[in-house]
């Protein structure tokens, strides 16, 4: 009598789980839910996945220009490595100090990977020299080898800044501001040459990342971990 109680007793038990739990599964599958999770569990945990994130915007456009210690550099120098690419100049009295400061601590955090690597190309080719380029970077307390200052022909710059990158470079004719302007924006780039970036909370690329902000800063370090991962 005993052993019919606990078959009677197990029976219901079960009955009470299929009428609970079977419907719930049921409808998972039907919602494709379990699908789904196992698929998020797989890209927690796979870096490729998680890359898909960045916005590819397409390849950054191709260069040839002369470095800091007279070496001439183009975009194939980085290949194989993600680097971050700024326009500035060495005389800039506005925003360029911070963009620097904000670069210095990128090269900290990546200094030593041979992966990483930074371009800064003077939109004031005329006075930056490599000779000035190279005072500058050691002024700044460059360590790098990778971090390559870029100077060539004016025109050329500006063309590879406002029609290559769509990134704003001027010259100003009164002379304020050291005689320049340009945005205060970094590019990040990764191991193919192709622009990568987040995306703003409404789901659009932000192309390029603000060098004056350090909430910036620290999304563009944030995405060059996740590109070196690839």
């Avoid at 915007?57 to 490595?81: C, M, R, V």
């Avoid at 041979?114 to 380029?133: K, W, Y």
């Amino acid at each position: 009598m005993s052993k019919n109680k606990s078959y009677i007793g197990i029976s219901f038990i079960i009955l009470v789980f299929g009428i609970l739990v079977v419907p719930k599964i049921v409808e998972r599958i039907k919602n494709d839910d379990i699908v789904k999770s196992d698929r998020l569990n797989i890209e927690s945990g796979n870096g490729r996945n998680k890359n898909a994130s960045l916005y590819t915007k397409g390849p950054a456009p191709d260069f040839s220009l002369t470095d800091q210690n007279g070496k001439t550099i183009t975009k194939a120098d980085y290949k194989g490595k993600v680097y971050v690419l700024e326009f500035f100049f060495s005389t800039c009295p506005t925003i360029c100090p911070k963009m620097n400061a904000n670069m210095l601590k990128i090269q900290d955090s990546f200094f030593g990977n041979r992966s990483f690597g930074i371009a800064s190309i003077t939109i004031n080719p005329e006075n930056d020299t490599p000779d000035v380029l190279k005072k500058h970077a050691e002024t700044l307390g460059v360590k790098s080898e990778n971090w390559h200052f870029l100077t060539g022909k004016r025109d050329y710059i500006f063309d590879l800044a406002n029609k290559g990158f769509n990134v704003y470079a001027g010259q100003l004719p009164n002379g304020n501001n050291g005689g320049f302007e340009h945005s205060g924006l970094f590019a990040l780039i990764d191991k193919d040459g192709n622009i990568r970036s987040r995306k703003d909370k409404d789901g659009n690329p932000i192309i390029y990342y603000d060098g004056l902000s350090d909430q910036g800063v620290a999304d563009l370090e944030h995405d060059i971990k996740i590109l070196l991962d690839e």
